[in-house]
């Protein structure tokens, strides 16, 4: 099948275009419009076989999750995804996996309600890069954390993390639990709706998607500032809580990635102006915002003292 085949086949003419998109898929680029008191915010994520999802991944999957992270991307920013942009490599001409592939796409696409309005179809070793737009006003900063904020994560922590031993084979859980968490591994559901209700009450936000040690220092370093975080309260699930201990769990928590859950900050008078939004969206308060630039966990008010990291590519 030729390449544009493929496109039309699969990606273009899927959707209707919304007036902000004046040119989608067809032309040479894409032509879209901002209304003038908002801002563009720009992200793109590569999702390669083997790197980013083991090679048996579902096609499914693959094409909702290459999507979501590029949208947990933008909840972290408080923006509403508008458009996306798709290129898409792989080795050969696959019918039924291109149909799966962009079956995830579309459906999670088309719940937020984003234009695909371009991209590029290639061969090559199996790999998808994003790229999604969104608009925000004021857009939530890793550099904005103020000393004496309140740190909150939404749902729970270190699910994924499971999820992705069980998917490498490393562990083994009756297939119950193992769907639950294979399921958190692979469809993680980007904060958009957290994200935009954050837009106008906090000032700084990320997506965790490397473990919540990465991802609070990313915040630290930005802000310059510290952190104290109380490891009792970082929200675990019930699978999690029923097959590992509570240590065991917070370690998932504070190492492994792809969670997409956000961690943000709130001045504590704003927090308590918000608990309704902070319940609705199962958010959880976890520690706070220090000047000391260093950061201190602590387990039922106990230093706790184990070398954890995030997850990093080039380790
Ligand atoms: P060009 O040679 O100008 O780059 P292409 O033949 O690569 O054009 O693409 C033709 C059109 O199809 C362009 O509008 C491009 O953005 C779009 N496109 C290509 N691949 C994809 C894809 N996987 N998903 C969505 N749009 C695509
Ligand atoms: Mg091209």
Redesign the pocket.
């Known amino acids: 099948m030729k390449?544009?085949a493929i496109?039309k086949k699969?990606?273009?003419a899927r959707q209707n275009f919304s007036n902000n998109t004046q040119v989608g898929?067809?032309?040479?680029?894409?032509v879209v419009s901002a209304p003038s008191n908002q801002k563009i915010v720009i992200t793109t994520d590569t999702f390669s076989e083997s790197i980013h999802f083991p090679s048996h991944t579902k096609a499914y999957d693959i094409g909702y999750k290459a999507l979501a992270v590029n949208l947990s991307d933008l909840a972290a920013m408080g923006a509403k995804p508008m458009w996306v942009?798709?290129?898409?490599a792989f080795p050969r001409y696959n019918e039924e996996w291109l149909k799966e592939f962009s079956q995830g796409f579309f459906d999670l696409a088309n719940e937020h309600n984003i234009q695909?309005?371009?991209?590029?179809?290639t061969r090559g070793h199996l790999s998808i890069t994003i790229q999604a737009m969104g608009l925000a006003t004021s857009p939530l900063l890793r550099s904005e954390a103020k000393v004496e904020d309140l740190i909150f994560v939404s749902g729970t922590l270190g699910d994924a993390g499971v999820g992705l031993q069980l998917a490498t084979n490393k562990i083994v859980l009756p297939d119950n639990f193992k769907e639950f968490f294979i399921t958190k591994l692979n469809r993680p559901i980007p904060q958009i709706n957290l994200g935009k209700s954050l837009e106008h009450i906090s000032h700084c936000a990320i997506d965790i998607s490397d473990g919540l040690i990465a991802d609070v220092n990313h915040i630290l370093e930005a802000s310059n500032v510290g952190a104290e975080i109380n490891l009792e309260k970082i929200p675990l699930s019930q699978p999690m809580q029923q097959c590992f201990s509570r240590e065991e769990g917070i370690k998932f928590a504070l190492t492994s990635g792809d969670d997409y859950q956000l961690c943000f900050t709130l001045s504590e008078n704003i927090a308590k102006q918000h608990t309704e939004l902070l319940t609705k969206f199962h958010c959880t308060l976890i520690g706070k915002i220090t000047s000391e630039r260093k950061l201190k966990l602590f387990f039922n008010d106990q230093p706790y003292q184990e070398n954890l990291h995030g997850y990093e590519h080039f380790e």
Not at 85 to 88: H, N
């Open positions: 390449e544009f496109i699969f990606f273009s898929i067809g032309d040479d680029a894409a942009t798709l290129a898409l695909l309005i371009g991209g590029d179809t």
